[in-house]
């Protein structure tokens, strides 16, 4: 008999912190922007970034993979995030993740590779604005300048104590991208409308 059950609508572990990011971004009058950008497609994968898999992978992206540690590359709506040196965390639109494993595991044929769905593990904030740096800066002890972690960088680091993934956007102003694991997520965003309540 076929199974008649309708799938679970997807949920995001910050449905309910949309309206406390969106009052932040509002009464902070421009100086930051807080907000979710959920379900978005994030596939681990692992190959040797010198072997052909990872020039076939490339091309199958629309671009080279990154060689140089905490750097990114970006093709239309893709973006890939070096991790290591044998691995990067790919992120595109949401519901795109079987498409992107599928490409990945054809281009690589039969070379070696190990290429995950890891999408429901995280979430993503959007950290933008003038002030963004300044605010993150409160709970990371990375050299957030410009100079130093500038667009297309990104680094494994802790924010507030808690383990995420921070990406400076690909042009300026366009902010940062703070991946963090779901069970994590809303005690980061209250940590973030803490930290802006500076700035209102």
Same mark, same amino acid.
């Given at each position: 008999?076929? /199974? !008649?059950?309708? %799938?679970?609508?997807?949920?995001?572990?910050? @449905? #309910?912190?949309? &309206?406390?990011?969106?009052?932040?971004?509002? @009464?902070?009058?421009?100086?930051?922007?807080?907000?979710?950008? %959920?379900?978005?497609?994030?596939? /681990? =994968?692992?190959?040797?970034?010198?072997?052909?898999?990872? &020039?076939? =992978?490339?091309?199958?992206?629309?671009? @080279?993979?990154?060689? &140089?540690? +905490?750097?990114?590359?970006?093709?239309?709506?893709?973006?890939?995030? *070096?991790?290591?040196? +044998?691995? *990067?965390?790919?992120?595109?639109?949401?519901?795109?993740?079987? /498409?992107?494993?599928?490409?990945?595991?054809?281009?690589?044929?039969?070379? %070696?590779?190990? =290429?995950? /769905?890891?999408?429901?593990?995280?979430?993503?904030?959007?950290?933008?604005? %003038?002030?963004?740096?300044?605010?993150?800066? #409160?709970?990371?002890?990375? +050299?957030? #300048?410009?100079?130093?972690?500038?667009?297309?960088?990104?680094?494994? !680091?802790?924010?507030?104590?808690?383990?995420?993934?921070?990406?400076?956007?690909?042009?300026?102003?366009?902010?940062?991208? =703070?991946?963090?694991?779901?069970?994590?997520?809303? $005690?980061? @965003?209250? *940590?973030?409308?803490?930290?802006?309540? &500076? $700035? !209102?």
């Amino acid at each position: 008999m076929a /199974d !008649t059950a309708l %799938p679970a609508p997807l949920r995001s572990p910050l @449905t #309910h912190a949309a &309206e406390r990011l969106a009052a932040a971004t509002r @009464t902070s009058r421009g100086a930051v922007r807080l907000a979710e950008l %959920p379900f978005l497609s994030q596939v /681990d =994968v692992r190959l040797d970034g010198k072997g052909p898999a990872a &020039e076939a =992978v490339g091309l199958a992206l629309g671009f @080279t993979l990154p060689l &140089e540690p +905490d750097t990114v590359a970006r093709a239309g709506e893709l973006t890939a995030l *070096w991790l290591g040196p +044998d691995g *990067w965390l790919v992120v595109g639109p949401p519901g795109r993740e079987r /498409d992107l494993e599928s490409r990945i595991r054809a281009a690589a044929g039969d070379e %070696p590779v190990s =290429v995950t /769905d890891v999408s429901a593990q995280r979430t993503t904030l959007l950290v933008a604005g %003038p002030r963004a740096r300044d605010l993150l800066a #409160h709970g990371c002890a990375l +050299d957030l #300048h410009p100079r130093v972690f500038g667009p297309g960088r990104c680094a494994q !680091t802790a924010l507030a104590r808690t383990q995420v993934v921070l990406v400076a956007r690909d042009r300026p102003g366009a902010g940062f991208w =703070v991946l963090v694991r779901s069970s994590f997520a809303a $005690y980061l @965003t209250d *940590w973030l409308l803490d930290a802006a309540v &500076e $700035y !209102t």
